[in-house]
């Protein structure tokens, strides 16, 4: 079975969730026109390292909400690189993997971290 994976490497704009996602958005429809099958985002391309500006975390999942209905809108899988989450005034680092009918498929929250 033949898999086509769409990657993406842009240049983030630092603590703009909002336009990362814009331009994400872009992305995975592009990707999506192309018949990709899968497309894939870098690391914590949403706000780039949040060190000391804890309130870009993800508390509330509307970045990975975002993901879900992208995924299921252009019937194509995502893997939105990984999400910083506050959970009970932790930081995680985490990744998903979600199907072109917008469920996650997959959760992992990174072991090593950076320094705090």
Do not use: C, H
Not at 49 to 63: C, H, L, S, T, V
């Amino acid at each position: 079975m033949k898999v086509k994976i769409a990657v993406v490497q842009f240049e983030i704009k630092q603590f703009s969730p909002k336009e990362n996602l814009e331009r994400a958005g872009m992305f995975v429809k592009d990707a999506a026109y192309s018949k990709a099958d899968i497309i894939v985002f870098p690391e914590d391309f949403l706000t780039g390292p949040i060190i000391g500006k804890r309130e870009y975390a993800d508390r509330d999942n509307e970045y990975l909400r975002f993901f879900q209905r992208a995924a299921k809108k252009n019937r194509i899988d995502i893997v939105p690189g990984s999400i910083i989450e506050e959970e009970n005034g932790s930081l995680y680092n985490v990744a998903y993997y979600i199907s072109s009918n917008g469920k996650v498929k997959a959760k992992y929250r990174k072991i090593n971290l950076w320094l705090p």
